[in-house]
């Protein structure tokens, strides 16, 4: 019985006579599985060697490169082909990338050990197989043509994750020059879109494809090269753990919210925690910030306009959902800014709809923009004047859209399958992923049809034996699964009504836009509470797009449009207890400005907190985290007898300032925000809070009062002690995590 090599692997590298990944897995793909391969081979090493296996394609480039040992020999005791089986350890990324797509298209590589073809004989396991196979070495990078055998490296420990640099993407640092044409941009979940205006009429930019919107995917290919849009969707069934799709959903939020927590599973591959503890994307050994992936898919289309239009573009009107926090819209800008544009404005998606549809009618209505898409969902009312575009009422949800109506379809399908089979499905990500994709298709087959066969072939093994997923969905079942999420989208919609005592039958217009708004039920449901059916006068997947483009079009001249939005969700402060005082409530037309004075409620008070909330919720911790602004270097007089102005700005596009200045020493502080408390710090001053005398109320300053926001509330008494130095919080529980600890929630 020999003993597994501990020394130090073997090398060993293997020219292929096969010229691509494909040719390989159609001549040679019975002889490999996701957990090893059988390689034929006069001189074999015994069972237990580990070795590094370096496959390569005959050009050169690199096919395998993994850690392994041998598992079994053949053709050594006088019968059959000389060989060895060899099972893996450690792979690098395009290894996996590589192995996940053989699964998808061979149902018996989902085995995790290597195979033993037939007519090589009978397999010699004389020695058994160790529990785990080695790590693997650091990676040569593949050099095409390179035929020289790799030396016998020690086994490495795996490699560290690793925060991908913007440089190391292409990405842009500098600042991006504010010239040439304005484009605009809808940013979506599922699909992007960019459209422009020529001879004064707008027009979307087809694809390199010649599609009219590019897919918001991006993927390492094989190879591991990295791609966007179509490139990147055509391998979603073979290799969804390095493709992303629906950042949109996730970009701009912490990691630790409650939010993320809740969705982060859904995906088909890691959403993981980047470097300020924001939500971000582990593909292999590298975490990416979701900005990264965001920014790639603008320069992809960037890169359509200007393919399209003969010229350099730097300049663009990028779209949101309305329902976007202030934290998200700054992280859309900063994804603009590295995809080599300047934002001129960020502008709310159900408001650039309304302008697609009335732009130049001299309209003179009441509209709603029900825009439901593939991730998200908005619902705005906004009066129509001529060229003024006045929103008055939005609200929405950023985590309903058409991937809950496909998941719904899906869990229904394996839901079949174990009532079938009598077992849950146990199949891996690649079979998911078809298990998906089939139910999308499915979806939009039956706004046509009465009912469709879902067949997915090998989804699984079971008993050693593959099985298929087989359904018949029908239009009525398919009613039953989503009905709930098309109420849900009506509910809001009334609830927008209602924050401005508004009946359905006070809306002229309502425009549908967004794919998922084709879905037969939801125009059922529309005509049903309005009473009238929607109207046909936009494109559902354009509509954004071109009216982002008539704004890009109209900056800058003497008369062109006027857009004035509101504020999405209130934006406050915490207080004791765990409680949530809006400072610029929901709705209030923007730009919003709200100025208060606060005093120290302490002797020598020399630093002051307030901690920054955005929602709707009377409870902190319901609603999304902001920041923390501190003002230190007060100086120490008698509690009350120092006074800080507090301001709350909300710009045009939502985007918010805070400023705090303390009046004799002219100190100031302009929205630096500490993003991450320790939960020990905020105990110990919210304690400090319900124990100290009642503050000073506050004043309001007339003067510096936009008129906008003259009807906010008072302003919440927040002043605490000088709080202890900040640490980075624990990445298991996060700032909401222990929130809710503190507020009885955990």
């Not at 929205?671 to 309001?700: I, M």
Request: glycine share 10%; net charge neutral.
């Amino acid at each position: 019985m020999a003993e597994l090599n501990q020394a130090g692997a073997v090398g060993l590298v293997v020219k292929l006579p096969f010229a691509t990944p494909e040719e390989f897995l159609a001549k040679y793909g019975g002889n490999i599985t996701q957990g090893g391969i059988y390689l034929r081979a006069k001189a074999v090493r015994p069972p237990g060697t580990a070795v590094t296996l370096d496959l390569r394609l005959a050009s050169g480039d690199r096919l395998l490169y993994t850690a392994a040992i041998v598992h079994f020999v053949t053709g050594q005791q006088g019968q059959g082909i000389s060989g060895m089986g060899l099972k893996f350890g450690e792979a690098d990324p395009p290894t996996r990338r590589f192995l996940d797509a053989a699964v998808a298209i061979l149902p018996h590589a989902q085995s995790d050990v290597p195979p033993v073809p037939n007519g090589v004989g009978p397999a010699d396991f004389s020695v058994p197989a160790p529990a785990a196979a080695p790590a693997l070495p650091p990676a040569v990078a593949a050099v095409p043509g390179a035929s020289a055998r790799m030396d016998s490296p020690a086994a490495a420990a795996a490699p560290a994750l690793e925060m991908v640099t913007d440089a190391a993407l292409g990405l842009t640092i500098d600042e991006p020059p504010r010239t040439g044409p304005v484009i605009g941009i809808d940013l979506g979940t599922t699909n992007s879109c960019a459209a422009f205006v020529r001879g004064n009429k707008p027009g979307v930019l087809p694809s390199r494809e010649g599609h009219n919107t590019v897919p918001s995917i991006l993927a390492f290919n094989q190879r591991g090269k990295l791609v966007v849009g179509h490139p990147a969707k055509g391998q979603m069934l073979t290799n969804p753990r390095q493709t992303v799709y629906g950042a949109k959903r996730l970009v701009g939020r912490p990691y630790a919210s409650p939010i993320v927590g809740q969705i982060k599973g859904r995906f088909h591959y890691e959403i993981a925690a980047g470097q300020a503890g924001e939500a971000a994307v582990r593909l292999g050994d590298r975490i990416y910030s979701l900005q990264q992936i965001s920014a790639l898919i603008l320069r992809e289309v960037r890169e359509v306009a200007q393919n399209q239009l003969g010229q350099i573009i730097s300049r663009a009107v990028i779209t949101v959902p309305a329902y976007y926090n202030d934290n998200q819209r700054h992280a859309v800008r900063e994804a603009g800014k590295l995809a080599g544009l300047y934002v001129e404005r960020i502008l709310n998606e159900p408001t650039a709809a309304a302008l697609a549809y009335g732009y130049g009618k001299k309209l003179n209505q009441r509209v709603l923009v029900y825009d439901l898409g593939g991730g998200t969902f908005d619902a705005s009312v906004l009066e129509l004047h001529d060229t003024v575009y006045e929103v008055i009422s939005t609200g929405g949800d950023t985590f309903l859209g058409g991937i809950d109506f496909d998941n719904a379809i899906v869990e229904y399908l394996l839901e079949e399958f174990q009532r079938q089979t009598g077992r849950a499905f146990q199949g891996d990500r690649v079979a998911l992923q078809r298990i998906n994709d089939a139910a999308e298709r499915a979806k939009c087959a039956l706004s046509e049809r009465s009912e469709m066969r879902v067949h997915v072939a090998f989804i699984t093994m079971i008993d050693n034996k593959p099985y298929d997923l087989d359904v018949t969905l029908t239009r009525q079942k398919l009613i039953a699964l989503t009905e709930g999420l098309v109420d849900r989208t009506v509910q809001v919609c009334e609830e927008v009504l209602q924050a401005k005592g508004l009946k359905p039958t006070d809306i002229d217009e309502v425009i549908l836009v967004g794919g998922q708004s084709r879905f037969p039920l939801v125009h059922e449901k529309i005509t049903k509470f309005f009473g009238r059916p929607p109207s046909k006068g936009v494109h559902p997947d354009e509509a954004v797009a071109l009216g982002a483009a008539l704004l890009a079009h109209s900056l800058g001249q003497m008369e062109g449009v006027v857009l004035i939005d509101v504020l999405p969700m209130a934006i406050g402060v915490g207080l004791p207890g765990g409680r949530f005082k809006p400072v610029l409530e929901r709705n209030v037309s923007l730009p919003a400005a709200k100025s208060y004075t606060l005093s120290t409620h302490r002797d020598g008070q020399t630093e002051l907190e307030l901690t920054v909330f955005q929602g709707d919720s009377d409870r902190a911790q319901d609603n999304e985290y902001l920041g923390t602004l501190r003002l230190a270097g007060l100086p120490k007089k008698p509690r009350g007898a120092v006074q800080v102005s507090v301001t709350f700005e909300v710009n045009n596009e939502s985007l918010l300032k805070v400023t705090a200045k303390e009046g004799t020493t002219g100190r100031e502080v302009v929205s630096t925000f500490t993003t991450r408390d320790t939960p020990e710090s905020v105990k110990a001053r919210l304690a400090q809070e319900e124990s100290a005398p009642a503050p000073v109320p506050p004043v309001v300053t007339p003067g510096n009062v936009a008129p906008a926001a003259r009807k906010v509330a008072a302003a919440p008494p927040v002043v605490q002690e000088a709080a202890p130095d900040v640490a980075i919080v624990s990445k298991q529980k996060g700032f909401m995590g222990w929130l809710k600890g503190l507020f009885g929630r955990a």
